[in-house]
């Protein structure tokens, strides 16, 4: 109560919620990549090269994506506000009654959005060329985490639709934050410990890492719950043998421009070909 009554508590009640979603996971992830990165580089030599040149990569794609969140946010919040008034309202009243259910029930809902976001990511054309750029590390360590599409469009066709289960946005965007911190903290290569019974609910980096690994595998894609991939068969057991590759094959461009747009170049020569009878590249 003293906070909320000081002059920063002020302020930080009038940040909106969705700014806090976007601002959180990232300030967890340069924290994360910051100490990731100075452990690894810790010794002179060509490791250490890589890594800072890796991580300069991935600080510049994680940098646009973050100005990029904002707006898309922007744009969620429009469309939620549209779609609310279409909201089934015994769910909104229950959520609103019992506010502890509903935020358990909005991160579980937050969190099946993203696995079917994370679903078309790969299994369509313009999905998978807008979620690529995540894939075009060629190290298992926290710089993925910040190797972000500055086009997360396709996920506006997906989020909103939880207004219409009467969810509160604030609450959703607070279920996205923590998720989005926990799935920075999937990328490290730091070997963490976790209960047999945690891993086998939530995503750890044993097991999300496996989605990672060269050729890219159809595995693993639950952003923090690991129960839609054991329902839907795409589930790999954190203690199954490590990739030993990772990223997309060849040693990768240093050029955060042309990772983030070689998905879309493909995805051009993909229908160029196709008008020519010729078929795509199947995407994995």
């Known amino acids: 109560m003293f906070f909320e009554q000081t002059q920063l508590g002020?302020?930080?009640?009038?940040?909106?919620?969705?700014?806090?979603?976007v601002a959180l996971p990232y300030a967890a992830a340069l924290a994360l990549v910051a100490a990731e990165v100075v452990w690894l580089a810790r010794r002179p030599g060509p490791r250490r090269d890589a890594v800072l040149a890796a991580a300069g990569v991935a600080g510049v794609m994680g940098g646009v994506a973050v100005v990029v969140g904002?707006?898309?946010?922007?744009?969620?919040?429009?469309l939620w506000d549209g779609l609310?008034?279409?909201?089934w309202q015994p769910a909104a009243g229950l959520w609103s009654s019992h506010p502890v259910l509903g935020a358990a029930a909005a991160f579980v809902a937050w969190d099946l959005a993203g696995f079917l976001y994370h679903l078309v990511g790969h299994r369509t054309?313009?999905?998978?060329?807008?979620?690529?750029?995540?894939?075009?590390?060629?190290?298992?360590?926290?710089?993925l985490?910040?190797?972000?599409?500055w086009v997360p469009f396709h996920g506006l066709a997906i989020h909103p639709l939880l207004a219409l289960a009467g969810f509160d946005l604030k609450v959703v965007m607070v279920c996205a934050a923590i998720s989005n911190s926990w799935q920075i903290l999937?990328?490290?290569?730091?070997?963490?410990?976790?209960?047999?019974?945690?891993?086998?609910?939530?995503?750890?980096?044993?097991?999300?890492r496996h989605h990672h690994g060269l050729?890219?595998?159809?595995?693993?894609?639950?952003?923090?719950?690991?129960v839609w991939d054991r329902l839907c068969g795409t589930w790999r057991p954190a203690d199954a043998p490590a990739?030993?590759?990772?990223?997309?094959?060849?040693a990768g461009s240093g050029n955060p421009l042309q990772l983030e747009l070689e998905g879309w170049v493909e995805l051009f020569r993909g229908n160029r070909a196709r008008q020519s009878g010729v078929p795509a590249r199947a995407v994995k």
Request: proline share 8%; aromatic share 14%; hydrophobic share 40%.
């Open 243 to 250: 990739p030993e590759h990772y990223g997309l094959g060849g």
């Open 84 to 87: 609310s008034v279409f909201a």
């Open 145 to 149: 985490g910040l190797r972000q599409t």
């Open 215 to 226: 050729p890219v595998s159809l595995v693993n894609l639950g952003p923090v719950l690991t």
């Open 70 to 78: 904002f707006g898309y946010n922007l744009i969620l919040e429009s």
């Open 186 to 208: 999937e990328h490290t290569s730091f070997q963490i410990r976790f209960p047999r019974w945690f891993s086998s609910v939530v995503m750890t980096p044993a097991a999300h």
């Open 125 to 143: 054309r313009i999905g998978w060329a807008a979620h690529r750029p995540h894939h075009t590390g060629t190290e298992y360590d926290a710089t």
């Open 10 to 21: 002020r302020w930080v009640a009038t940040i909106p919620a969705h700014t806090w979603a």
